[in-house]
Nanobody, 125 residues
């Protein structure tokens, strides 16, 4: 069982930056593929970024490529999402996700086993 707790959300002006953190419980964090998703009001939840267990591979949605960076610190059981050049369309609840199958594709396609409760990110114009 893995529990995920996100933090770092808030209100920021367009062009600004935020760093989200996701703290995970469990001794096997280092073996989990981790990801970030978001859900804007009235829209379906969408994939944002994913990172392999070793941090050797990352994958991003086209909408955030070049602006967002996912990283992880296995010693701290934490995954991060650095978000730069934020735009109003980035406004959403951001969710952390984890999957223990080792498949990056499982997370990228929206099928991770574990989800956090979400943290709100609001970007004002």
């Amino acid at each position: 069982q893995v529990q995920l707790v996100e933090s770092g959300g808030g209100l920021v002006q367009a062009g600004g930056s935020l760093r989200l953190s996701c703290a995970a419980s469990g001794r096997t964090f280092s073996s989990y593929v981790m990801g970030w998703f978001r859900q804007a009001p009235g829209k379906e939840r969408e994939f944002v970024a994913a990172i392999s267990w070793s941090a050797g591979r990352t994958y991003y949605a086209d909408s955030v490529k070049g602006r967002f960076t996912i990283s992880r610190d296995n010693a701290k059981n934490t995954v991060y999402l650095q978000m730069n050049s934020l735009q109003p369309e980035d406004t959403a609840v951001y969710y952390c996700a984890a999957d223990g199958t080792g498949s990056l594709n499982t997370v990228v396609t929206g099928r991770p086993r574990y989800w956090g409760q979400g943290t709100q990110v609001t970007v004002s114009s």
